[in-house]
């Protein structure tokens, strides 16, 4: 079973920036779509970016303008951008894979925003 690992969450003030990483165990090139989702305390879990294979992207509303997923098949690692950080940033935040059949979830990295 495909393993997603993140990373690059942490603490960072308003307006700063983080990149997120997921490294996965296995070939992402046989995954359909990735992506990234996020859960605030006491809210759902909800949608941040996706990338298919063919490279379509789709960000949140809160997203757009402001953080770009990317995904690098050789190094079988998905990426998350975050610029021009907010406070309502502040979540845990989690890698998906999607393989056409099967959802696959990291196991979240933390990212607070304050100041």
């Known amino acids: 079973q495909v393993q997603l690992v993140e990373s690059g969450g942490g603490l960072v003030q308003p307006g700063g920036s983080l990149r997120l990483s997921c490294a996965a165990s296995?070939?992402?090139?046989?995954?359909?779509?990735m992506g990234w989702f996020r859960q605030a305390p006491g809210k759902q879990r909800e949608l941040v970016a996706t990338r298919t294979r063919g490279g379509t992207t789709n960000y949140a509303d809160s997203a757009k303008g402001r953080f770009t997923i990317s995904r690098d098949n050789a190094k079988n690692t998905v990426y998350l951008q975050m610029n021009s950080l907010k406070p309502d940033d502040t979540a845990v935040y989690y890698c998906?894979?999607?393989?056409?059949?099967?959802?696959?979830w990291g196991q979240g990295t933390q990212v607070t925003v304050s100041s």
């Open positions: 296995e070939s992402i090139s046989s995954f359909d779509r």
């Open positions: 998906w894979g999607w393989d056409g059949a099967t959802n696959y």
